[in-house]
């Protein structure tokens, strides 16, 4: 039978889609019952607190400005998950993305602030620097049989070591945060094309935006509709089998890499090339952008198209962390729920199979 | 120059105590990336139970230290166990998980005591200079930490069971073949659920030992610097064999002391290297062991691969 109608719940869309509420569901519930621990009496506000974000202002312009905010911090995230997700495609686990990041936000600082370059060159620098972090991992991974999960992690921390040691030249003088972009080189700013009107002249819109969305249907294009994209998935699928048909699997590692090392940096300029935060040299942590890209693209279901939606979701709890009272409540329960959702992202294939099962045994069931 | 030996010998503590860890999970078959997160909830409770045991007696404080974070790590690796065991989930997605989970929820958890002692003191913060003492042994201006010493107890003792035991070496055929070890009766699971637990504890160990190095209070936002993952370079370098770990964590641990005492030397000092190079230091150095070790990896055969009954 070729036209036999699947069950709702047999469609692979549907099941993703709601594997990754429940997740969603799961983690908001896991973070309330903390909240509660921590304190029962404001725990419902809270949460509420949280999910609302922006929209706890009462006035339409203020929703719209700090909306504008939020997006802003969207754009990077969505590159960082775009990269972890298209080397995922390829069985790689990117998480150097969080160095390529750093690497990126090193180089278009550096370009923009030391050599006074314009947004248009400082945009590929970063590209280039995230790139080569990746090609790093993609070479030893290829050539040396490195695991890239732990090569990943010492470039993240070699990255970051490297780019506070280069931006240190360029920090303001009483304070370990880099002069600002406004006051030293306003061509490196990226340029806004009106946006910031949409968004209560929120001047930190810019077209990094939409460009990371365009990234978003881009990749899609190119893992489904090409075949480098065929390739790839071929290669993450089998190794073994993908050389035997001819694929250079060696050569789509590093690619894959330099590929997913790239989106990262390119995120990061879309981040710090708006002038919204300045980096400081005295941090001593990985920034959790790269990180949190691995929540957004297991709870997009591993689809570009679907990440750009999850990747705000995330955003829009991350930032919704910040408007609690910090008295009472630490921000990080959002980073605790978000890592909740990876977590049990973990089980979605468990949760697939066991549909698919239920419904297997039902239909053998039938024919006798 | 005892101080560099002293940071060094500290430091090999947590590397060797924490690849150890790696090094069961691993030998049943289970990839454990979430070391890191067990590194942060084993410092967690060990932390925390010196807050509040304060100065008492120090054979009180040593014992109650060491079962306090172990049995943090063993508790948060259960994490691990049921997703990857039971589940057959994605190794590689929950340990990292894990790492981000454990990173949060001490940070969350730090925070809230404090607020609750004292609502303006809204950091991550924990102070447990008091009970630190105890844990150290003077020796003239030479400082050995007890933890330093339970960590070679258990290098032994981890020898003697992976290679000695009928649970060793059952544990080590789960990782190599875990078919032919389901045919001969042994129970996968359970050995696997063993492997991760035994990896809690000592990666739990592992996380006291990093923050009391030196240091009597401890900021939990900064997790513990990619410790756990040099701790999985060790014991790639260490070819998955307890002996060979203990001398690559020695190797490790020096170059990351070196990046904490490099200004009492005259000669380092007068290079006017930048403090970030020796930071950088053991990332590095562990990178570029990694390319020149892992091509002719002794890696359990069956890690990472969840055991499928069907499969032949």
């Known amino acids: 039978m070729k036209t036999e109608k699947k069950g709702f719940f047999e469609r692979p869309a549907v099941q993703t889609i709601s594997a990754s509420l429940l997740c969603i569901v799961a983690g908001l519930l896991v973070g309330y019952i903390v909240l509660l621990m921590i304190n029962p009496a404001g725990a419902t506000n809270a949460i509420i607190t949280l999910l609302k974000n922006y929209l706890t202002y009462p006035s339409f312009p203020a929703k719209m400005k700090y909306l504008g905010n939020t997006l802003v911090k969207t754009a990077p995230l969505l590159m960082c998950a775009l990269s972890i997700q298209f080397c995922y495609k390829t069985g790689l686990f990117n998480i150097g993305a969080a160095g390529q990041y750093v690497a990126g936000a090193g180089a278009c600082l550096f370009c923009a602030l030391k050599l006074h370059l314009p947004w248009f060159v400082c945009l590929p620098m970063a590209a ?118 001819g694929m250079k699997e060696k050569r789509n590692i590093i690619l894959t890499l330099v590929i997913g090392g790239a989106l990262a940096g390119l995120g990061a300029a879309f981040f710090y090339l708006t002038g919204y935060e300045q980096w400081s040299v005295t941090q001593s942590s990985v920034p959790g952008m790269g990180f949190n890209g691995i929540a957004a693209t297991f709870l997009g279901g591993l689809h570009p198209i679907g990440t750009i939606f999850s990747s705000y979701f995330i955003q829009h709890i991350t930032s919704g962390g910040s408007f609690l009272d910090k008295n009472v409540y630490p921000s990080q329960i959002s980073d605790l729920i978000s890592s909740v959702i990876i977590y049990l992202c973990g089980f979605v294939l468990f949760f697939k199979m066991f549909l698919n099962k239920k419904r297997n045994t039902k239909k053998g069931g039938d024919e006798k | 120059m005892s101080l560099l030996i002293q940071y060094t010998l500290i430091f090999a503590s947590v590397l060797m105590l924490v690849a150890l860890g790696g090094c069961f999970s691993e030998h049943s078959g289970v990839i454990n990336l979430g070391l890191e997160g067990i590194m942060v909830m084993g410092a967690l409770g060990g932390a925390l139970a010196m807050k509040a045991m304060g100065e008492t007696s120090p054979v009180l404080i040593i014992v109650g ?248």
Not at chain 1, 158 to 187: H, R
Not at chain 2, 217 to 232: C, D, H, N, P, S
């Open chain 1, 128 to 245: 280039l620097a995230g790139a080569l972090l990746g090609c790093i991992v993609g070479f030893l991974k290829a050539y040396a049989n490195v695991n890239e999960v732990i090569s990943g992690i010492m470039l993240n921390w070699i990255g970051l070591y490297t780019v506070n040691m280069s931006l240190t030249g360029v920090k303001e003088t009483a304070s370990p945060y880099t002069v600002t972009l406004a006051s030293e080189n306003p061509s490196a700013l990226l340029p806004t094309l009106g946006l910031e009107k949409l968004f209560a002249n929120n001047s930190y819109v810019t077209i990094a935006i939409p460009l990371s969305v365009i990234a978003a249907i881009l990749i899609w294009v190119v893992l489904t509709k090409t075949v480098f994209g065929y390739e790839l998935q071929a290669t993450g699928f089998n190794k073994d089998a993908a050389r035997y048909s």
């Open chain 2, 65 to 312: 230290t060491v079962l306090i974070s172990s049995l943090s790590g063993v508790i948060y690796s259960m994490l691990l166990a049921v997703a990857s065991i039971n589940f057959s989930a994605d190794q590689t997605l929950i340990g990292t998980a894990m790492n981000m989970l454990a990173a949060a929820a001490a940070t969350v958890a730090v925070k809230s005591i404090n607020i609750a002692e004292n609502p303006d003191n809204v950091s991550s913060t924990v102070v447990y200079g008091a009970a630190k003492k105890s844990l150290v042994i003077n020796i003239g201006s030479f400082q050995l930490s007890w933890l330093t010493i339970v960590a070679v107890i258990l290098l032994a003792v981890s020898y003697v069971v992976l290679y000695k035991t009928r649970f060793g070496l059952r544990l080590m055929a789960c990782g190599e073949h875990p078919q032919a070890a389901d045919s001969v009766g042994i129970n996968v699971a359970k050995m696997r659920w063993a492997g991760v637990l035994i990896s809690g504890f000592l990666g739990g160990l592992g996380g006291i030992t990093y923050i009391t190095a030196g240091v009597s209070e401890w900021k939990f936002e900064t997790g513990v610097a990619g410790f756990g993952f040099l701790a999985l370079a060790v014991m790639i370098f260490g070819q998955w064999k307890p002996q060979n770990i203990a001398l690559a964590a020695l190797l490790f641990g020096f170059f990351r002391a070196l990046s904490n005492v490099y200004s009492g030397f005259d000669f380092l000092a007068a290079m006017n290297i930048p403090g970030s190079v020796y930071n950088m230091m053991p990332y590095i150095i562990s990178l570029l062991v990694l390319a020149f070790t892992s091509k002719k990896s002794r890696a359990p055969k069956a890690e990472g691969i969840p055991y499928d009954k069907s499969v032949r």
